[in-house]
């Protein structure tokens, strides 16, 4: 907690874990006196920050006057509360300038507010009006949470006499995820490439930035607002000179991009404006609508741009054009591939050569964490229990893997949900928090996960205790039975699921036995994603010796799809064990630390050639 003074040319990398709120990666809270200021200056951030609402990579809370500038994040921050940024969490006065959130960093909250500059700015009641200023920012980028989420601020809330401008800003290939409430009735979305959410009575501008997202999505129908810009305006706000180059494929909702002419709350520009929002000299793709015609916005000069207008010149010269009226504003360039660029603006230092996989995860507690999976399924990690020691996110399997052990690699969606089956819960389950989230419900509901070109899968270990409540590995066969089902047994399942030629007709498929619902889920995402490489992990547990059919079956499970899977079978590589080395526990199933590192390694010698073979 800094009152005023500077903190100049600091590093930090390593984790930052707090329960309650207020975390940074350099400073949890800037709170100045009337006349003081916090200065945060050339500052680079590289671990995790995990804490419960409010965090930032560089800064958790700007509550009075501060400068941050010239800084660089390029870890993680992870809420289960509002409000977090990439480089801060919430701001209520000052500047943030010249700094860059890179694309090896991401947001995931398990609640709204999100960004990957800044998760919130909020000035309601500040003494006299407050002013932000967010300068020559740009964010390369993973930000996801539950609603508000944008590339640059998640969600705008300023009060009468607050001023907020932001100019020469720009995500490019960023990525923008809401999850949207997986529970009651208000599903928002609110995403946007530069903001999610933009509301209040202040004055807010936008001027000279550009979004050039890789995906802004969000995870179920919902009411809210979906744009290639921004999700939803609600104030009087200004957009002058700002642009959105995308592909309109690339903007999502239900995992699908927008096609309706009609739909009130998704463009390719802004998603819903109720408010008499001003857009002038404002450009986005042209094969859908700039913004709903239900709006009550004024657009002066707004086009939409087609794809070679995006690249050959044509955009860039209708934004020079505007510049000179526009103070502050910085000239436009051409990027490598002809797509404008704004001059001078903070490259991605972690830039990576080649295209880089886009994995998705779907299992049980083993695989979750807080803020990394959608905001109502239940997580097992972290934990400040004795021996819990996995307590930031880069020490789970999946995150070892992909970021530590894979070359070019990125996180798309994880579906892990505690406690849940693959098998369909029987109604001897209906208590039970998890009943009703197994596997294939869960894809279901989400619409697949997310464009992956890896899934893995790590199902099965809550099966393995399902006897008792009516479960079955095939029929009416027992989970504790030594040996799988009999391949003429196992035909029938087969033959339905192969005979399916679309992805509504697997999701007919039954899912009331183990291996029926395992067959499910894995023709869905043959059909879903014709191309994609599937993972199956087997967890130790499968290799007891009152579990072997589980083992078994998922083995000729892959085997049977094996132009599509492969297998890490744990138990013939490690065995069952409850403690110790090499696949360690810290409680029941579920690995530490070094049991967790020992997955990812283990995987990566497994199938890593494989999955990133071309």
Known sequence: HAYEGKIRDCKFDGTVYAATHRSGGILGVASSSEAGVVSVEDCTFSGNVSTGWIGGGIVGFCRGEAEIIGCVSRGNVSTTGNSAGGIVGRISRGVIKDCVFTSNGSVNQMKPDAGGIVGMVYASGVSGGSQVQIENCASYGVVRGLHNVGGIIGLIDQGAGDVLNVQNCMAYGCEVYATGSMTGSNKWQLAGGICGYAKGSGTVTFSNCLSTAETVSGLLVA??????????????HMFTNCAVCMRTSDILYNSGPVTSLSNGYYGSFFGRSPKAATLTYCYAPADIQFGPTTGSETRTACEGITSSQMTDGTLLNKLNTN?????????????????????????????KQGKKLRISIIGDSISTFAGWVPNSYGCHYPKTEPGYDVTSVDKTWWHRLIYHYLPSARLDMNLSYAGTTVVRNSIDDKDQYYYGRDFCARYIECSGMGRPDVIFIHGGTNDCWQTPRNEYLLGTQSMLSKDRPSDAAMAPVYQAADACTTLEQAKGLDDGTFISAYVKLIRMMQLQYPSVKIVCIIGDHAGSADHHAIQESILDIAEHYKSHCRVVDFPAISGWQTTGPPLSKCGGSHPDAAGMDFMAS??????GSWITAE
């Open 602 to 607: 283990e995987i990566y010698k497994k199938v």
């Open 323 to 351: 510049v000179s009226a526009l103070p502050g504003a910085t000239a436009w360039v051409a990027g490598a591939d002809g797509t404008p660029i704004i001059n001078g603006i903070p490259e991605d230092p972690d830039k």
């Open 223 to 236: 009411t809210g607002g979906i744009g290639g810009f921004v999700g939803y305006i609600d104030g009087t």
